[in-house]
């Protein structure tokens, strides 16, 4: 079945600097990828996503890009606040369904 | 705001009873919902899928006689959890497609702890 891998597992940056959050797949035929930002005790939020017929997409400091070829894609957090800390997932959908399979998370700090 | 709800958030039970999770698109429709289940410092694994009006499908190792599913309406699914025990604690999350081009929106999750 599908298989989502990510990297690293923890990161940690110094505030202001950029992260970069890395995940491939395995099911050519995942069409829809969404990042979600987990705090702690709460559910997913979605903070991006991106689909099969578009290579990158920006929304103010985060953006995703996509390469079907490699089957990878990757969150880039740019100007990292304090607040950006938390744990973040990839997911990609499953052939023709909603159904998401999530990467392992990243463990993300914004250190002052 | 939440386009996804969940209630209750944290429910304490005791061994050997049932409880019940709910899950509601806010404002929309959703003819599929989707279960699933968060261990502490681990990812989110599929449980089912939620499908108004029938029988929900249920991922492999997933019991269904111990983990009821109803979508008995467009815009609420139960998970009943059934004869807790304290290895079945955990954070449950419920998801939902919406819009034309189905953006997966979660629920705030429940936290379920069995005594």
């Known amino acids: 079945g599908e298989n989502v891998e990510q990297h690293p597992s923890t990161l940690s940056v110094q505030e202001g600097d950029s992260a970069v959050i890395k995940c491939t797949y395995s099911?050519?035929?995942?069409?829809?990828f969404p990042w979600y930002k987990q705090e702690l005790g709460k559910g997913p939020q979605l903070i991006i996503d991106i689909r099969s017929n578009v290579g990158e997409k920006k929304d103010q400091r985060i953006a995703v890009t996509l390469n079907k070829t490699a089957k990878h894609f990757s969150l880039h957090i740019t100007e990292t606040q304090p607040e950006d800390s938390a744990v973040y997932f990839c997911?990609?959908?499953?052939?023709?369904?909603?159904?998401?399979?999530f990467g392992t998370g990243t463990r993300l700090q914004v250190f002052p | 705001g939440a386009v996804v709800s969940q209630h209750p958030s944290r429910v304490i039970c005791k061994s050997g009873t049932s409880v019940k999770i709910e899950c509601r698109s806010l404002?929309?429709?959703?003819?599929?919902m989707f279960w699933y289940r968060q261990f502490p410092k681990q990812s989110l694994m599929l449980m089912a899928t939620s499908n108004e009006g029938s029988k929900a499908t249920y991922e492999q190792g997933v019991e269904k006689d111990k983990f009821l599913i109803n979508h008995a309406s467009l815009t609420l699914s139960t998970l009943t959890v059934t004869s807790a025990h304290p290895e079945d604690s955990s954070f449950y999350i419920c998801?939902?497609?919406?819009?034309?081009?189905?953006?997966?929106?979660f629920g705030e999750g429940s936290w379920l702890t069995v005594v």
């Open positions: 997911a990609a959908s499953v052939q023709g369904t909603d159904k998401l399979i």
């Open positions: 099911d050519s035929a995942s069409n829809y």
């Open positions: 998801s939902a497609p919406q819009g034309t081009g189905n953006t997966i929106y």
């Open positions: 404002d929309f429709q959703a003819t599929t």
